[in-house]
């Protein structure tokens, strides 16, 4: 199980790339740069201001659009929210050898557990129970063989030997997690926290900007959504789910004034050009999975709607839906490979 890789190397972006990142976009932020910039404000009327701006982080671009009275507190507001983006990243981050996350592979074990990583881990552990082991932060070893295998100009698909060994290096109930200690049962196991900790970051921003005084925003980073109160004309905030054609054929629009929408899909990252090696990895068999081309789910947290939707594209698209609708609150998308789109019982255009 992994998601976009969210704490990748540092890279250049430019437009083309962002738009590959971008995952489910909102229409009502049609208008915001695709490259970095200052935040901008706009005066919506007479007593609202609109305040947009967009950064990278988490490797791709978080766009954040505040709907406030006072501009000053706004803007302060979204400087402490891209803040908290950027301290919890360098906590989680698995390439730069001075965060928790990598010192831990690293390792084999790490004492004095961050509390946002301590949090983090124990709802990862939450989420592989409930999905049965769809959802495991433990498929590290798996990734790695697809990048060394298929990363490189010379591409070799991976044998079965190989995929054997790094799977008995992968398995959430490996994990020794007690009171801010975590430890590794197998030398050469490792985690990703990609399927989960993107969400939890928008969470945490979002903390920021209520706990600021700020009642109307829309936070994206690269399609994981968290949205609250409403846009400038006072209506909700509207989302088109991605297509994972690109073709513009948005599979639904929704409407959210209080919750957040997550999609995994095939084609943002991918090991060969036939996309049959891709970023999402199934942890029982260390294949990619290849019914669904994406899911979104809608959750009342970025968090469960980030882990939820990789734990659901893991499954067959008929298991998925059945899983969601055992889940209070939650509700998904699924658009096949093959056949027609399949939603769960609450789903609807106007939804959370």
């Not at 990862?124 to 060394?148: C, H, M, N, W």
């Not at 297509?243 to 513009?248: A, N, S, T």
């Not at 699924?334 to 027609?340: E, L, M, S, T, Y």
Request: hydrophobic share 40%.
């Amino acid at each position: 199980m992994k998601k976009m890789d969210l704490f990748r190397r540092p890279c250049r972006m430019n437009r083309r790339a962002f738009l590959k990142l971008s995952g489910v976009m909102g229409l009502s932020m049609a208008s915001t740069a695709l490259i970095p910039t200052p935040a901008q404000s706009l005066k919506f009327d007479r007593e609202r201001y609109n305040i947009t701006q967009t950064r990278i982080a988490m490797g791709t671009f978080v766009s954040i659009t505040l709907i406030h009275e006072s501009r000053d507190q706004a803007e302060e507001a979204m400087a402490g929210a891209y803040d908290e983006i950027d301290r919890i990243t360098a906590l989680l981050s698995r390439f730069d050898q001075n965060a928790a996350v990598a010192r831990l592979n690293m390792q084999g074990y790490l004492r004095n557990v961050p509390p946002e990583m301590n949090q983090i881990i124990s709802r990862s552990l939450d989420y592989y129970r409930l999905s049965s082991g769809a959802f495991d932060i433990t498929v590290k070893p798996v990734v790695d063989l697809f990048q060394e295998k298929l990363g490189g100009k010379k591409k070799v698909v991976p044998t079965e030997q190989e995929l054997r060994g790094r799977l008995d290096l992968v398995g959430t109930h490996l994990i020794q997690f007690d009171k801010g200690t975590i430890g590794f049962e197998k030398p050469g196991m490792g985690i990703t926290l990609d399927g989960i900790a993107k969400g939890y970051i928008v969470d945490s921003a979002a903390g920021i900007l209520a706990q600021s005084g700020i009642s109307n925003f829309l936070i994206n980073a690269g399609g994981d959504i968290r949205a609250k109160g409403a846009r400038p004309d006072r209506k909700p905030w509207t989302i088109a789910i991605q297509d994972p054609e690109k073709r513009m054929a948005y599979p639904d629009i929704i409407h959210l004034s209080d919750g957040a929408i997550a999609t995994s899909g095939n084609y943002e990252v991918f090991f060969d050009q036939e996309k049959m090696f891709h970023h999402i990895v199934d942890p029982k068999t260390g294949a990619s999975p290849n019914q669904s081309a994406s899911v979104s789910v809608l959750a009342k947290s970025t968090t469960q709607a980030d882990a939820l939707s990789t734990s659901v594209f893991v499954m067959p698209p008929a298991r998925g839906v059945g899983f969601i609708n055992g889940i209070s609150k939650s509700e998904c998308l699924i658009v096949p490979k093959n056949g027609a789109l399949l939603r769960s019982q609450g789903w609807m255009s106007a939804a959370i």
